[in-house]
């Protein structure tokens, strides 16, 4: 049974906004993340930010770890599609590799929480939730990096490297970027990323990190 409507931010009473309301909690949470360079949030602050009932937290999600989960994989199911959209692409393996690195950039820009977060909920939710998020997110990543670079070296492309270390590398290289804007602030007198300097880094990127993987 749907919740009634109150006061204050509203509570969705209709079928058909249930989605809607779900993706605006989801989104708000996302926003706050990133502005707030933190993976906490309080209910109060996500419902000014979704203009939503803080109820509809418990009502859509059971809880806010519930909330974050559905947040983790709304992210991490994107990238696992797109990954496995590229490994299939007629292209050679070194335009893959390169198109890959710029995505893992752009994405972190997006998204500079979501390497924090997807360690939290694995650290801290249930055994069998982690084992959920291992199988469908981190073990198939894992799988295609292994595919990639195996298909670059049979190729002549890429001298022999453990893919295990190649994703801690492109994943720390974006993640360590973006969660670093206090040093950007009190290093550089800069208070945020910017997209110049996103594209920046996305080519020094893919250049630093080419340049060990190409034969």
């Given at each position: 049974m749907a919740p009634m409507a109150t006061t204050g931010p509203k509570l969705v009473n209709?079928?058909?906004d249930n989605a809607k309301a779900r993706d605006q909690l989801i989104e708000a949470a996302s926003q706050i993340m990133r502005e707030?360079?933190?993976?906490?949030?309080?209910?109060s602050e996500l419902s000014l930010r979704a203009g939503l009932n803080s109820a509809l937290?418990?009502?859509?999600?059971?809880?806010?770890n519930g909330l974050m989960l559905a947040l983790l994989d709304r992210d991490m199911g994107n990238i696992v599609f797109s990954l496995?959209?590229?490994?299939?692409?007629?292209?050679?393996?070194?335009?893959?590799?390169?198109?890959?690195?710029?995505?893992?950039?752009?994405?972190y820009y997006a998204f500079p929480y979501l390497n924090r977060l997807l360690m939290r909920m694995v650290r801290d939710s249930a055994?069998?939730?982690?084992?959920?998020?291992?199988d469908l997110y981190l073990k198939p990543i894992s799988k295609v990096y292994d595919?990639?670079?195996?298909?670059?070296?049979?190729?002549?492309?890429f001298r022999k490297l453990d893919p295990q270390f190649f994703y801690f590398t492109v994943t720390g290289a974006a993640d360590r970027f973006y969660s670093s804007r206090l040093v950007l602030r009190h290093c550089y007198n800069q208070d945020d990323f910017n997209e110049n300097m996103r594209d920046a880094y996305r080519e020094h990127s893919i250049d630093l990190i080419m340049r060990g993987l190409l034969v």
């Open positions: 209709e079928a058909g707030g360079d933190t993976i906490d949030l309080s209910l937290v418990k009502y859509y999600f059971g809880n806010k496995g959209a590229l490994l299939a692409k007629d292209i050679p393996p070194e335009d893959k590799l390169r198109i890959h690195i710029g995505a893992v950039i752009d994405t055994p069998v939730e982690a084992a959920r998020i291992a595919a990639l670079i195996a298909e670059g070296v049979k190729a002549g492309k």
